[in-house]
């Protein structure tokens, strides 16, 4: 081959070559561009606008909380947080002087934020109030900006503090309603967008961004205001008069399991939660009603006698005897009267509440019959009412219980239960027979009025059978007007009930001191629509019966609700014939007998406590005035 045409070859490679890369080249640069441009483009445009975006939270309004007539317990005010944006501000201390005079804060706690142009932002101050916010706008100071927030505010203040809970200072639900339904009521916040330079200075004449937040959905409850303040009046005069370390009342309508009002003392305002005192806190926000668990002592006397009837165990016309004691198992456990109630009927031993009766019935029942009632009754499972936390009740193990321990908890000892259990537990010995689950909202709402949620009664099972509730019912009448004389619980209206003492556990053993005082009362007691308890822990005015502790105050509760509800009288006669006042008398001293023939002779009922032939105390004290429907105490040494 000449040496012309060898160059001819080598030239033609060369640009053949040249083709080839070329070709790669533009391959390479073509597939980049479809990987910037098409796969990874949106990454990378939003990588660019945060270069050139600035964005401010907006956050959303959290969703109300309205009682059952719309009476608002929980709503969120307009609040300010307060920005700076160090590069657009040229006198950062003339800012920091203007600022801490409008929001009352110290100039050097603000200067180091105003003079920060390291970030975008800088948060100077959460929670300004609208009038903070307009003296700041009226100043035009450049680089400082606010964007809307929400803070939490409880019209009632020291109202429903452990059932509505409360939220963070970021609007977080924390505790009670406001943490179970946090999801629902916190709503989605929004953003305000500002285009900016490479520095970060707001650009002038550019377009604005504004993604407006959504507000949380409402909540409507079952609970009424007007029953809760009734309720908690209640029990603060608890706290004052009975000296107790804390009280707690549930009213509930018995056929649908509709929390009307439910409250423990003491609590706190919750516009000014105490979060400088952990151990406060702690103590009082939790709500007793559905965490902690307690031996309902002679409440329980209630289910135990209507599984004895429902089972067939016992008949009205059975008879019993107590001694003042019974022996179980070689062991004996005394009847709260220690002379004893001799003879009695079956319906005379619930309203004596004879420890003797409960044993001999918890016997004839039988443990596995016990157990099987217990569990449908709800008891050691969770209720499931719409509170973060709460208990099963304790039961002992079946196989761990003995003769003795069945004995007892036939009368409302060695089972713990939850107060919210005990009184679904008891409504559902005398509504009809039905076991209900108890709840507070009644249902949640958008704020375009759709309804996300709507709650209805929801029976569980039946229990028993509504003869045995209705036999139980009349039971509970009786059980009233034997502990109050002639009388009913309310001149006028037909409320049953049933109190209850038990001592409390302490380092392992039993307390002589320390007790649970409690009272559970239904209306009307042939057929119940509201079942109330009330239970006071500790009481330390010299009194811990039931009948003397928590009775009284559960009495004003329903006198005062049948005055809301302009409930008229189911006896005319009974209220014509309302009570009369008593000087309560002089008995220190005085042996038993003759102490008991004075208040026998007064028409006053007593209750007795301790083994001495003579009164050592008396509740209430000489010469206080008493109604003669009225239960006192006297104590033996």
């Keep these: 081959m000449s040496s012309k045409g060898f160059s001819l070859f080598s030239l033609r490679r060369r640009i053949s070559a040249l083709v080839i890369v070329v070709a790669v080249v533009m391959f390479a640069l073509v597939m980049r561009l479809f990987f910037i441009q098409v796969v990874n483009g949106g990454h990378l445009q939003q990588l660019a606008e945060d270069q050139w975006t600035r964005s401010l939270p907006i956050y959303a309004q959290r969703g109300e909380i309205l009682d059952c007539n719309g009476t608002k317990l929980a709503i969120s005010e307009s609040t300010y947080n307060l920005y700076t944006r160090g590069r657009e501000i040229k006198n950062p201390s003339a800012v920091a002087e203007t600022l801490s005079g409008i929001l009352n804060t110290k100039f050097g706690a603000l200067i180091d934020k105003v003079s920060n142009k390291g970030v975008s932002e800088v948060l100077i101050a959460t929670n300004v109030n609208q009038e903070q916010a307009v003296a700041i706008t009226k100043k035009m100071i450049s680089g400082v900006y606010l964007t809307e927030n929400c803070a939490r505010h409880y019209p009632f203040g020291n109202l429903l503090t452990q059932v509505l809970g409360f939220t963070t200072s970021d609007n977080q639900g924390q505790a009670g309603l406001e943490l179970f339904y946090d ?38 409850l079952t609970i009424n205001v007007a029953l809760q303040q009734i309720v908690e009046k209640q029990l603060e005069k608890i706290m004052v008069e009975q000296k107790a370390k804390s009280a707690s009342g549930i009213l509930m309508n018995a056929k649908t399991g509709e929390i009307l009002a439910m409250s423990t003392k003491p609590s706190f305002d919750l516009n000014n939660v105490p979060r400088d005192d952990v151990e406060m806190l702690m103590a009082t926000v939790k709500n007793q009603m559905v965490v902690d668990v307690y031996e309902p002592g002679s409440t329980f006397k209630i289910i135990t006698m209507a599984i004895a009837l429902e089972t067939g165990v016992a008949k009205l016309s059975d008879h019993f005897f107590c001694p003042g004691y019974a022996i179980v198992d070689g062991e004996k456990i005394k009847c709260w009267k220690s002379i004893g109630h001799g003879s009695q009927t079956l319906a005379e031993g619930l309203a004596n509440s004879c420890n003797c009766v409960f044993t001999a019935l918890a016997q004839r029942i039988g443990l596995d019959t016990f157990y099987d009632y217990l569990a449908r009754f709800g008891y050691g499972a969770p209720t499931g009412i719409e509170i973060a936390g709460e208990s099963s009740g304790i039961l002992m193990n079946k196989s761990a219980v003995k003769i003795v321990d069945l004995a007892r908890m036939g009368f409302g000892q060695a089972v713990a239960v939850t107060p919210i259990q005990q009184i679904v537990g008891v409504a559902a010995a005398v509504n009809g027979g039905n076991l209900v689950k108890p709840y507070l909202v009644k249902n949640i709402t958008a704020t375009n009025g759709e309804v996300m949620l709507e709650n209805a009664a929801q029976v569980r099972r039946q229990v028993v059978s509504a003869n045995t509730s209705k036999i139980l019912c009349d039971m509970l009448d009786l059980t009233v007007s034997m502990q109050t004389g002639k009388f009913t619980f309310v001149p006028g209206y037909a409320v049953g009930g049933k109190t209850g003492t038990t001592q409390k556990y302490e380092n392992g053993g039993v307390s002589h001191n320390k007790y649970i005082s409690s009272f559970v009362g239904t209306y009307p007691v042939n057929d119940p629509a509201y079942i109330l308890l009330i239970s006071v822990d500790e009481p330390m005015a010299g009194a811990y019966y039931g009948s003397i502790v928590a009775s009284p105050y559960a009495k004003v509760i329903f006198s005062e609700m049948f005055d809301l509800f302009g409930i008229l009288p189911d006896d005319e006669k009974a209220l014509q014939n309302a009570p009369k006042t008593l000087e309560m008398p002089a008995l220190l001293g005085m042996p038993l007998a003759k102490a008991i023939g004075v208040l026998n002779e007064m028409g006053i009922a007593f209750e007795i406590d301790g083994d001495g032939a003579n009164v050592t105390t008396q509740f209430p004290a000489p010469s206080i005035e008493i109604f003669e429907t009225d239960t006192v105490l006297i104590g033996l040494g």
């Design 183 to 220: 999801e629902k009521l916190k709503g989605k916040n929004g953003w305000a967008l500002v285009q900016s330079d490479l520095t970060g200075t707001t650009l002038e004449n550019t377009l604005d961004t504004f993604i407006p937040a959504t507000a949380g959905n409402n909540l409507a």
